[in-house]
């Protein structure tokens, strides 16, 4: 069984943010899974899922959608999140694969990979966006702008999040040339900037525009 709920406004019917996943258990599902990604726009690095089952009964205070909270309040929460009892669980799907399947299916195969690790066993998955996640028999629902609404879906996407920037600071060490632990390989001006004077790195995704025309320039240079 999957559903797609669009809740465009939605937040402002439903001042308990917690409502959609408290009447899912009183249905009886036990185990609620938030699901969200990070990482489909960038030029280079990684998509990142994070699923996430908060405990019973334990309010974290200031959940929100990970793009919405500066970086120092997302590290806290991350924190607070991990230390709450939280069962969290990581999808991480690389460059090379994303150009190979595209990004979409990319995203869903970390959310796959994600709800799927042993120490989750989900009973329903709450997954922000548009799509559900193919090929999987637990019971799920995709909520457009749920980030905002579910706090088990906040809690992944900041989860997602700071993983995400974790791992592009990684690749800050391992090419000084580019700002990765600033512009986190998304498109800024200073990011196009440096892929037209120091060409795409290995974490580059060829797939993408501005990546193929760095490629292209590159060659025409030579």
């Known amino acids: 069984m999957s559903t797609i709920l669009k809740v465009k406004g939605l937040a402002k019917m439903l001042p308990d943010l917690s409502r959609i996943e408290s009447s899912l258990q009183e ?3 036990d ?3 938030g699901v969200d990604e990070v990482g489909r726009g960038p030029l280079a690095g990684p998509v990142v899922a994070a699923a996430v089952v908060l405990p019973t009964g334990i309010t974290i205070e200031g ?3 990970s793009k919405k909270l500066t970086a ?10 991990a230390a709450s009892g939280a ?3 990581i999808g991480i799907i690389d460059n090379c694969t994303i150009d190979r399947i595209n990004i979409l299916k990319a995203s869903l195969m970390a959310m796959r990979i994600a709800v799927t690790s042993p120490e989750q066993d989900p009973s329903f998955l709450l997954v922000d966006g548009n799509f559900t996640i193919p090929n999987i028999s637990i019971p799920q629902m995709a909520i457009t702008g749920g980030d905002a609404i579910c706090p088990s879906i906040s809690a992944a996407s900041i989860i997602a999040k700071v993983t995400r920037d974790r791992i592009m600071d990684k690749y800050q060490e391992l090419y000084p040339d580019f700002s990765f632990a600033n512009h986190r390989g998304y498109p800024t001006r200073k990011h196009i900037e440096e892929l037209r004077e120091y060409g795409p ?3 580059h995704r060829r ?9 292209k320039q590159t060659a025409l240079d030579f």
């Not at 120092?72 to 999140?81: C, N, Q």
Request: one cysteine or more.
């Open 27 to 29: 249905k009886g599902y």
């Open 31 to 33: 185990r609620i899974v």
């Open 63 to 65: 959940l929100d959608d």
């Open 72 to 81: 120092r309040r997302r590290e806290e929460l991350f924190d607070e999140i």
């Open 87 to 89: 069962v969290c669980s």
């Open 201 to 203: 790195t290995d974490i």
């Open 207 to 215: 797939s993408y525009r501005p990546v193929m025309e760095a490629l």
